[in-house]
C-alpha cells in the first residue's frame, strides 16, 4: 500500500506538471516572448503548494474510498470496490443524518443572511456610537469556533449551566432541563452557535457593499418620491445581489463542511441525533478508525457540494448579476 501511495504521489505531480508545460509551450509558440513565461513561474509555487497540501490528500482519500482501510487492522488494507459506499447507503443512521445535514444548513445560512442583511442596513445609517455598537456586532466572529463550542456547551448544561439558571429565576420554568441529553434540542443548540457566530459575516460583506452604491442615486429616488420598500427591492437588492448570491454560496459551503460546533457542544449525540455528514465523517474516522468509509462519506461530501454550487450559479444566474 505505500508502493501504492507513492504512485498516486508521483501520477498527480506529473499530471499538473504535464499541464503546465503544455500550457507554457502552447504560450511560448504563440508570443515567443519572456512575458508569456512570467506569470506561470508566479503560479508555479502556489500550485506547488497546493499540490503538496491539498492534491496528494485529495487523490489519496479517493483512492481509500475504495479500500477496506481500518487503523485497528493495519495489516488487512485492501480495495474492497465500492463496498464503502453500499455499507454508506445502508446504514440505518443515514436518512436522519441526511435530514440533520440539510436542517443545519438551510436553517443556519437562512437566519445567519437574515440577521446580517438587517444588520447591515442598520449600520448604513450614521447614528450616535455607531463604530462602538459596529465593534460589539462583529465581535463574535474573532471567536475560534473551539471557545465558542465551549461557551454554548457550558452556558447549556443541564446541571449547571447558566441558560437553566436564568430561566428558573424568572419563572419560565419550574425545572431544569436536560438541553444536551434531549434529542429534540441538541441540533438546534448547534444552529444557535453557528447562527450566532455566522451573522457578522454577512454584515460586513453586505455593509460593504452597500456602503459602495453612489449616493446620488439614493438622493434620485428620494426626489423621485419612491419609497422605502421600492428603493430596497428596486434599487439597493440589485446593487448587492452578486455580493448575496457569493457570500450565501461560500457560506453554505462553509456551513455544511463545518463539524466542530457539533464536535464540541453535542458530540454528535444523543445516539447520533445531532450528526450531519461532515461530524458523522469524523465519528467514523476517529472513533470507529474506519477510515475507509470516512474516505467515501468525504467523496461523497465533494459529489454533493460540487452539484450544489454548479447548481445555485446556474439559478440565480451569478453570471448576470454584474461585478461582485
Known amino acids: 500500500m505505500n508502493n501504492a501511495r507513492l504512485f498516486i504521489w508521483i501520477a498527480t505531480v506529473a499530471l499538473v506538471a504535464i499541464f503546465f508545460v503544455i500550457v507554457l509551450y502552447k504560450n511560448v509558440k504563440r508570443k515567443a516572448t519572456k512575458k508569456a513565461i512570467q506569470p506561470y513561474l ?16 485529495l487523490v489519496d482519500s479517493i483512492v481509500m474510498s ?14 474492497n470496490d465500492f463496498e464503502n459506499f453500499i455499507k454508506l447507503f445502508q446504514d ?29 442596513l442598520a449600520l448604513r445609517r450614521n447614528f450616535r456610537g455607531r463604530n462602538v ?10 471567536f475560534s469556533a473551539f471557545v465558542v463550542g465551549l461557551m454554548f456547551r457550558w452556558a447549556f448544561n443541564g446541571e449547571y449551566g447558566v441558560v437553566n439558571d436564568m430561566l428558573l429565576n424568572f419563572g419560565i420554568i419550574s425545572d ?7 434529542p429534540d434540542y441538541t441540533l438546534y443548540l ?13 454584515a460586513i460583506m453586505i455593509l460593504a457593499s452597500l456602503q459602495s452604491i453612489p449616493r446620488e442615486i439614493d438622493e ?20 448587492i445581489k452578486p455580493t448575496i448570491i457569493m457570500t450565501i454560496l461560500l457560506r453554505t459551503i462553509w456551513v455544511f ?58 439559478v440565480t444566474n451569478y453570471n448576470k448579476a454584474g461585478d461582485f
Not at 475504495?66 to 480495495?79: A, C, G
Not at 431544569?176 to 434531549?182: E, M
Open 42 to 57: 508566479f503560479i508555479f509555487p502556489v500550485m506547488l503548494v497546493l499540490i503538496v497540501m491539498y492534491g496528494y490528500p
Open 66 to 79: 475504495f479500500q477496506n482501510y481500518k487503523l485497528s487492522q493495519p495489516n488487512n488494507v485492501h480495495f
Open 92 to 120: 440505518s443512521d443515514m436518512p436522519m443524518i441526511l435530514g440533520n445535514s440539510l436542517r443545519y444548513v438551510i436553517l443556519s445560512v437562512l437566519f445567519q443572511f437574515l440577521l446580517g442583511l438587517i444588520l447591515a
Open 133 to 142: 455598537y459596529q465593534s460589539f456586532v462583529f465581535l463574535p466572529w474573532a
Open 176 to 182: 431544569r432541563i436536560a438541553w444536551l441529553g434531549n
Open 190 to 202: 448547534v444552529i444557535f452557535a453557528m447562527v450566532w457566530v455566522g451573522v457578522p459575516f454577512f
Open 220 to 239: 434620485s429616488a428620494n426626489l423621485d418620491g419612491i419609497g422605502p420598500f421600492s428603493r430596497f427591492f428596486f434599487i439597493t437588492l440589485p446593487f
Open 257 to 314: 463542511n463545518s463539524f466542530d460546533f457539533i464536535v464540541i457542544i453535542t458530540g454528535g449525540g444523543p445516539a447520533n441525533s445531532s450528526q450531519t455528514l461532515p461530524s458523522y465523517m469524523y465519528t467514523r474516522a476517529f472513533s470507529s478508525y474506519d477510515f475507509g468509509l470516512a474516505s467515501a462519506l468525504g467523496v461523497f461530501l465533494i459529489l454533493i457540494l460540487s452539484l450544489y454550487a454548479l447548481f445555485f450559479l446556474k
